[in-house]
């Protein structure tokens, strides 16, 4: 489980020259498009359940 900061990240290193953006990310949290879980200010998201999310097109699974 990682911060929107921390799965941006791991995005990153998979592909350097991303399109992606914190912001989007954080879009797709707050959407409830992708399951988050809250701890206190926080909203952790599972890093491989985004990067398929995001492969997928945004298609639910």
């Known amino acids: 489980m990682r911060t929107a900061e921390g799965v941006m990240a791991i995005i990153r290193e998979q592909d350097p020259k991303t399109q992606v953006t914190v912001h989007a990310i954080r879009r797709l949290i ?32």
């Open 30 to 61: 707050a959407s409830g498009k992708v399951p988050v879980t809250c701890c206190g200010r926080k909203y952790l998201v599972d890093a491989d359940a985004m990067i398929e999310f995001i492969a997928r097109g945004g298609e639910p699974a």
